[in-house]
């Protein structure tokens, strides 16, 4: 979505991976929607937990050191790994695959305004070029994807083998 053309918008925790979080409590629910809905439909709750910063528990780091309040919607318990504090400087971990790729679309000539151009690839993979040279490939097959030539990785979201991509990878390329 980054090297898109246009406009990009992070939702709350994306940059993290977090999961909605969709086993919260129902005496928790605070949406509008589940209460018009006479609590048929949850509503969007699970999408607004609090982001958890720091530490190995709940509530993250998210209210005042030595406070007593608990966020408006419960974190779940195993967030540890996914906080802001944990993925910082991980160069495996999502938070900085976000961090790189947005570098990467502020600083490549390619990215943000501008046109690009389907390439063809095989069934279950996308790839698309941008103009001056840049690809992005996305491998949403069962089967590595042999990379179009390029000079130099840009951004992987897992490693690549013999120029290969893996199945449910993303890749973005120098070329």
């Known amino acids: 979505?980054?090297?898109?053309?246009?406009?990009?918008?992070?939702?709350?925790?994306?940059?993290l991976g977090l999961p909605e979080v969709e086993d919260l409590p129902e005496d928790v629910l605070q949406?509008?929607?589940w209460e018009r809905s006479g609590h048929t439909d949850r509503g969007r709750d699970g999408c607004r937990v609090p982001i958890p910063w720091s530490g190995r528990t709940a509530p993250y780091g998210f209210s005042p050191e030595g406070s007593t309040a608990a966020p408006w919607?419960?974190?779940?318990?195993?967030?540890?790994d996914?906080?802001?504090e944990s993925q910082a400087g991980d160069p495996?971990?999502?938070l900085e695959l976000y961090r790189t790729a947005l570098r990467l679309r502020h600083d490549h000539p390619a990215l943000g305004d501008?046109?690009?151009?389907?390439l063809d690839t095989p069934e279950g993979?996308?790839?698309f070029s941008r103009e001056p040279g840049f690809v992005c490939a996305v491998n949403l097959s069962a089967e590595p994807y042999e990379l179009p030539a390029h000079s130099a990785p840009l951004l992987s979201s897992g490693p690549l083998e013999n120029g290969r991509l893996g199945p449910d990878q993303a890749v973005w390329l120098a070329v």
Do not use: F, I, N
């Open 92 to 94: 495996a971990s999502m």
């Open 114 to 118: 501008g046109t690009m151009t389907w």
């Open 82 to 84: 996914r906080t802001v």
């Open 73 to 80: 919607l419960p974190q779940p318990a195993d967030w540890a």
């Open 1 to 15: 979505m980054l090297a898109l053309p246009g406009g990009a918008y992070v939702y709350q925790g994306e940059e």
């Open 125 to 127: 993979v996308l790839a």
């Open 31 to 33: 949406d509008p929607t």
